[in-house]
């Protein structure tokens, strides 16, 4: 433990596959989608009529439209009047944030660690 909080925060292909002379590729034909974004969650998932992406149980919409809502399993949410929305909650951390500005949310963490500290991220 000691020595991966050393560690830089670095993704897999810039920190090792870069540097790697023993990598290779197969062409192959299978759907891929990089997980690493909430819009890429919300296209892989199934979603309503309303083209809502809702994952969690207790989770009420309402004039809602294209969101990616995930909730924990014991949390009731209502949601009315949100047309492409990110909505997630995560140890006690809600998000909202409009799809389209999901790149800003790195910038948001970056926010709540200088003024709030690392108690929250």
Request: aromatic share 10%; glycine share 6%.
């Amino acid at each position: 433990q000691q020595t991966y909080t050393q560690c830089r925060s670095i993704s897999i292909d810039y920190g090792v596959m870069e540097k790697a002379e023993n990598v290779y590729v197969l062409s192959s034909d299978f759907g891929w989608s990089d997980l690493g974004t909430w819009g890429s969650l919300y296209d892989t998932r199934l979603k309503d009529s309303n083209k809502n992406a809702v994952v969690g149980n207790n989770v009420l919409m309402y004039d809602s439209h294209n969101c990616l809502v995930n909730m924990p399993k014991d949390k009731l949410v209502v949601l009315q009047g949100l047309d492409n929305y990110i909505v997630v909650e995560d140890k006690g951390i809600l998000l909202v944030c409009r799809k389209e500005d999901e790149q800003q949310i790195r910038q948001f963490v970056n926010d709540v660690m200088i003024d709030k500290g690392e108690k929250y991220v």
